[in-house]
C-alpha cells in the first residue's frame, strides 16, 4: 500500500493536533488530514465534513484506500453537523479567512474555551484575525507553511481576549521569529503598493480615501518588517 504523504500545510496541521483526542476536519475535501491522523494513531477518531458530495466521496475513498477507521464522514454546512462534545480539536483549512470567520460565527460554543481551533485561511488571513479579535478569541500560536510556491498562515486559536495592531492584523500575530515572516511581509506589501497604484490613477474620492487607508497599512508592515528583523538579530 502506498504510503500518505502530507503537504507541508498539512503536515503543520498536524502536527498541532493534540495527540489521543477527537478532530473535526471542516471542508476536509480529500479527508487526508483526518486520515493521516488515524493512520498515525495520532487522534482516537475524526470527524470529516464537507458541503458538497463530490468532495465527501472523495473523502471516503481516501478513508478506503488507506485503510483508516473510526472517521465519519458527513455532509453539512460547516459546524452544523457538529456537536461541541464530538470533538476537542476544530480544523478548518483550506478556505478564505471570511469564510472561515462565518462558520465559527455560526458556532458560537467555538468560543467557548473547550476546543482547540486550528485554522489555515488560503486569502484574507487578517480578515480573520479581525474576526478572532472581534469576538471573544485569543490566537495563541501562529506560524507559516510554504507548500508549493505559496506562503500560508496557521493560527492556533480558542476561547479568550486579545488586541491585535494594524501590522499584526494583516503581518500575523505571532509572526516575528518566523523564518518565513519577512517574506510574508514583503509580499503583503508588494500587493499592497500595487493596489495602491491602481487606486491612484482614479480620481474618485473613495478611491482616494482608500488608498489612504492601504498605505497606512503598509506604514505598519514595514514597522512589522523591522520588528521581524530585530528579533532575528536579537
Not at 19 to 46: E, F, K, M, N, Q
Not at 182 to 198: D, F, M, N, S, W
Request: aromatic letters at 4%; hydrophobic letters at 40%; proline letters at 4%.
Amino acid at each position: 500500500m502506498k504510503r500518505l504523504e502530507l503537504t507541508p500545510r498539512l503536515r503543520l496541521l498536524a502536527e498541532w493536533v493534540p495527540p489521543g483526542g477527537r478532530i473535526a476536519d471542516v471542508g476536509t475535501d480529500h479527508a487526508y488530514l483526518p486520515v493521516w491522523l488515524r493512520l498515525h494513531g495520532r487522534v482516537v477518531s475524526a470527524i470529516a465534513c464537507d458541503l458538497r458530495k463530490g468532495p465527501l466521496e472523495r473523502a471516503r475513498e481516501t478513508g478506503r484506500i488507506y485503510g483508516a477507521d473510526c472517521i465519519d464522514y458527513r455532509l453539512g454546512n460547516g459546524l452544523s453537523v457538529v456537536s461541541p462534545e464530538e470533538a476537542d480539536t476544530i480544523v478548518i483549512a483550506g478556505m478564505g479567512g471570511e469564510n472561515i470567520a462565518a462558520i465559527l460565527e455560526r458556532a458560537p460554543w467555538t468560543a467557548e474555551g473547550a476546543h482547540t481551533l486550528l485554522l489555515q485561511p488560503q486569502s484574507r488571513a487578517e480578515a480573520l484575525r479581525r474576526f478572532l479579535m472581534d469576538h471573544g478569541y485569543a490566537i495563541r500560536r501562529e506560524a507559516l507553511a510554504l507548500d508549493r510556491g505559496t506562503i500560508y498562515p496557521v493560527m492556533e486559536a480558542g476561547g479568550g481576549e486579545m488586541s491585535l495592531t494594524l501590522g499584526q492584523l494583516h503581518g500575523g500575530a505571532a509572526l516575528v521569529h518566523d523564518p518565513l515572516g519577512e517574506r510574508y511581509i514583503i509580499e503583503k506589501i508588494i500587493r499592497l503598493q500595487a493596489a495602491v497604484a491602481g487606486l491612484n490613477r482614479s480620481g474618485a474620492e473613495a478611491d482616494q480615501k482608500h488608498g489612504d487607508e492601504l498605505r497606512e497599512i503598509i506604514t505598519a508592515l514595514l514597522s512589522m518588517r523591522e520588528e521581524w528583523r530585530n528579533a532575528q538579530s536579537g
